[in-house]
């Protein structure tokens, strides 16, 4: 689901969970202070916009998504036309700063991986998602994967350009702190596809203490040139506030509380940080939650991987999915959020989460990017362009 949580007014992260057997959907979001640039009468008669409140007691952001007629996909043939999205697009601009501009300059990204002692970190899972995010800067300025969507969005700072530069990995063995979240006797087995549970759970605030730690102890810059991406190893939970997972009113990752909440997030931190939190990935959970491809929206029942490896080509996706939501959305902090989403609070990600087009490949090995001649499988992202033009939106590339 895509669901909005602010923690003591210091955080608005965007999160993604979906059901094996079941979804819900609901978004928080704000009036924009500035529109998009308006598209042709002929492009909007595509689109039919459904009409309902923001807000309804409690639950904000609650608005019918838009759909195109047969008659208007049928003009729009190919991948023009995308697929539908799962939000209420289209994105509006809300009048801040964008990553990746001209202004900015190229975009870093730094993944950590943090392998405490206890909690070992496969060394070909880590090796896989360094390819991948050497693999999205060595295909800079092309038009032919999900980052290529980018340059047609913009901010106060200037136009998106795909010009991204992979920072080099970190690995962090600082210990993990004490439990920050209330982890759940329940919660200890039968979260994993191997049956495994959690023996740690930590808030955001920690997380977010141990990025901005690393970041300093390594001398790297905070601005909006740079994002750090915190992989979280395995069994260890994730909340966004501290206290018992049992209370609905938090979020947490996948586990058998009302908590249950989300595979991943990012937000901006009270230093300006701009950094994304990714649990170790669930799939094939007795829980009936998933992060993988073996959701029911997408390839039911089945982990495709076209790298052979599980647990690295699964978190592949959510880690795109974050990355180009900072980009579009940097300033998601809680007090202001002035990039890209829409009425209901949707990014650029989350109105294509779990969407993945038509694959290539063989069954079990799909892929559906092919960036520098490497294979993965990712969500697709969310062009206003497709949707002004055929009601779609969703797109593997331009």
Known sequence: MNRTFNRQRRLRATVTLVAVCAATLAGAGGTALAAMHSSSQ?????????KAPVRVGHISGVLGAATASKACQAANPGNLAGNPAVGSPPLIWHGGAVMGTAQ?????ITPIFWTPAGHPMAADYQNLINQY??????ASGSKTNVFS??????????????????????????????????LNSRDTTA??????????CLDDAQVQAETNSVVAANKLPVNLSHIYVMFLPKHVEACFNPGPTTNAKNACTINYQPSAAFCAYHSQATNGTEY??????????????TCGSNARVAFP????????????????SPTSHEINELITNPD????????????????????CAFVYGTPQGDPGHFFNQVINKHHYLTQEEFSNSSFFASGGGCLQHP
Do not use: H
């Open 276 to 289: 994304a939190n990714m649990p170790f990935p669930i799939y094939l959970s007795p829980v009936g939650f």
């Open 332 to 351: 998601n902090n809680g007090f202001t959020a002035s990039g890209w989403f829409d009425v209901a609070g949707f990014e650029n990600g989350d109105e």
């Open 191 to 200: 979260i994993y596809a191997d049956g495994s549970g959690y023996d740690a």
């Open 301 to 316: 029942g089945v982990i495709e991987t076209p790298n052979n490896n599980p647990d690295a080509d699964t978190e592949i």
């Open 133 to 138: 995010v050497k693999d999205v800067a060595a």
């Open 104 to 108: 900015t300059g190229p975009l870093v």
């Open 42 to 50: 002929a492009t909007a008669a595509c689109v039919s916009k459904a």
């Open 149 to 182: 969507i980018l340059p047609e969005y913009f901010g106060s700072d200037g136009s998106i350009r795909y010009d991204v530069q992979a920072g080099t990995p970190i690995t962090d063995t600082n210990p993990l702190p004490a439990n920050g979240c209330k």
